[in-house]
């Protein structure tokens, strides 16, 4: 019998043990939103997708699609939803290796303020499943680099829902903002969730193979 959408996303992530490496045991993580990763409008990244380099030195765009309203917005999930804000992170846990992740995890990227697609028009009017970007990044995004002869790396996507009413605010001087290469390492995204009181609602990944080297 095949998996329903989000339980394939957990034994996805427990496959490549992105549970626990990433996202603990014991956060009992059930997703409620399915999102892709798309490069250049035209290269997509669901789950386990073995990209190269090339193909992931500009931000992507996020295509995501609330599959459970929340409490708060059952009773209207189509106005309430595109009121919703998510912060996104790219975190690479096999840092410089996934057989000596001594710097676990390296940030590649967070960006706050997204906005649901629900009710956005593109240019030619048809309606774009495009996030909004509402706020430049906090981290700048640092397309994956894996060091030659490491391996597969596994670049990670974890979507937070923000709370409820909040405009989440990241202060200045918080490592999320630290851009140099030094800066972005021994990081820990879901403990990042915890410490600004968000909801782990999606989780994605794709596959980066180092030159051998």
């Known amino acids: 019998m095949a998996l329903d959408p989000l339980s394939a996303v957990v034994t996805a992530l427990k496959r490549e043990s992105i549970i626990p490496d990433v996202i603990p045991e014991s956060a009992g993580f059930v997703p409620t939103v399915l999102f892709s990763v798309i490069y250049r409008g035209v290269t997509e990244a669901v789950l386990s997708t073995e990209l190269l380099r090339e193909d992931t030195l500009e931000e992507p765009e996020i295509n995501f699609t609330p599959m459970v309203a ?7 999930s189509t106005s309430n939803r595109g009121e919703t804000s998510y912060t996104l992170v790219m975190t690479d846990p096999d840092a410089p290796s996934r057989a000596d992740p001594k710097y676990r995890q390296f940030r590649h990227w967070v ?45 990670c996507f974890l979507l937070f829902q923000e709370p409820a009413g909040d405009s989440l605010s990241i202060p200045e ?27 782990l609602v999606g989780a994605n990944y794709f596959i980066v193979k180092s030159v051998d080297g």
Not at 174 to 182: C, D, M, S, V
Not at 190 to 197: M, P
């Open 70 to 76: 929340s409490d708060e917005s059952a009773g209207d």
């Open 111 to 155: 960006i706050t303020g997204l906005k649901s697609p629900a009710t956005s028009q593109n240019s030619s009017g048809t309606a774009s499943l495009n996030a909004l970007k509402t706020r430049a990044s906090t981290t700048p995004y640092r397309p994956p680099g894996p060091p030659p002869g490491s391996g597969p790396h596994r670049y």
């Open 173 to 199: 001087g918080a490592k999320e903002y630290g851009a140099a290469l030094e800066e972005r390492r021994s990081w820990d995204a879901f403990e990042f969730g915890n410490q600004y009181g968000l909801k």
